[in-house]
């Protein structure tokens, strides 16, 4: 079992930047990946950055070049730098590990607006 906590959303103006964190509740060394994943009211939820155990990554199209994903194994974490939020970023944003099977974090909100 794996249990995902994250945190650092919140409120912040169009063009502004947050940095969201992941912490696992074990080693994430064997995690095959973790990932970001995002969903708005009436949407279903989407990928937004993944990054494997040995660095690879992807990114939606829509966050390319804004967004950064990483990972630090030696504190379990993973996070998602964002920057030049836009208000269509708005979403509650989760995070996931992909080890044995898939595991959510709660979510966060992340809301982008003036």
């Known amino acids: 079992q794996v249990q995902l906590v994250e945190s650092g959303g919140g409120l912040v103006q169009p063009g502004g930047s947050l940095r969201l964190s992941c912490a696992a509740s074990r080693s994430i060394s064997s995690f095959n990946a973790m990932g970001w994943y995002r969903q708005a009211p009436g949407k279903q939820r989407e990928l937004v950055a993944r990054i494997t155990s040995v660095g690879s990554t992807n990114y939606a199209d829509s966050v390319k070049g804004r967004f950064t994903i990483s990972r630090d194994n030696a504190k379990n974490t993973v996070n998602l730098q964002m920057n030049l939020l836009k208000p269509g970023d708005t979403a509650v944003y989760y995070c996931?590990?992909?080890?044995?099977?898939?595991?959510w974090g709660q979510g966060t909100q992340v809301t982008v607006s003036s």
């Open positions: 996931n590990a992909d080890w044995s099977g898939d595991y």
